[in-house]
């Protein structure tokens, strides 16, 4: 038997975003974290991609959206909790076997784990980076774009 491996990823909404109705890819490159992390994605060898968004939950990427101005980092840990059980059902659906999360700390920490119980294997590369060393990594890894 043949299993067939289907390998996601997730990046995060931003604060930073446009100010009137678009596709949800579009809504959030006005970030430069957000454009550059979508680039390398666009490089990389995964099924599909999506957003993750403290309002919408799992987006993708060509929903359209409307702006918002909600945050996980201002919702308490049982209001995230929550986000996450809902996206985490969401994500279910997708038959996926591996996910790859471009993402900040709140918005893997409650998602993860139930992830993890349905045998989904969860990486986030640019963990334990700021910033600066993540738009550092992100330069030196996008093709195309100059590294140093």
Known sequence: MVCKISKIALVSCTKVKQNFLCEAQTMYNKS???SKVTQLIRQCEYTDWYILSAKYGL???DELIEPYDITLNNMKSDERKAWAKEVAKNI???DVSHIDFYTGQKYRQYLIP???LNEITCVAPLEGLGIGEQLKYLNENNRGTKSK
């Open 59 to 61: 987006i993708e990427k």
């Open 32 to 34: 430069a974290l957000f």
């Open 92 to 94: 279910l659906t997708l």
């Open 114 to 116: 139930i992830l993890k």
